[in-house]
């Protein structure tokens, strides 16, 4: 059975940083499309990183570019998140997931594109 499970999260004060953690199971994940999204309070779910998984070549919201990395260690079966400069406005639920299609050489951010889901890590930063 294929599993994600998110680490990582916490309380953080503006200006400060977080990696997250996204281990996989069950198969794996090595030339997998990964993804990243995230709930911010009250809001829909949004995209945030992804990576694909034939090229490695990644795509960032607009939002978190040049703050945020997505990165993988396939020997672990892990997809990380490096959130650095974090802002309030970070503050959300945040969500690993996984297609298991065919390795894409183009990252994709729609999330109909992912099968499998996190149950995700909370994010919060104090201004």
């Known amino acids: 059975q294929v599993q994600l499970g998110e680490s990582g999260g916490g309380l953080v004060q503006a200006g400060g940083s977080l990696r997250l953690s996204c281990a996989a199971s069950?198969?794996?994940?090595?030339?997998?499309?990964m993804g990243w999204f995230r709930q911010p309070p009250g809001k829909e779910r949004e995209f945030v990183a992804a990576v694909a998984g034939s090229t490695g070549s990644t795509v960032y919201a607009d939002s978190v570019k040049g703050r945020f990395t997505i990165s993988r260690d396939n020997a672990k079966n892990t997809v990380y998140l490096q959130m650095n400069s974090l802002e309030p406005e970070d503050t959300a639920v945040y969500y690993c997931a996984a297609d298991l299609g065919a390795p894409r050489t183009v990252a994709v951010s729609n999330a109909a594109g992912y099968h499998y889901w996190g149950q995700g890590t909370r994010v919060t930063v104090s201004s």
């Open positions: 069950g198969r794996s994940f090595t030339s997998s499309n």
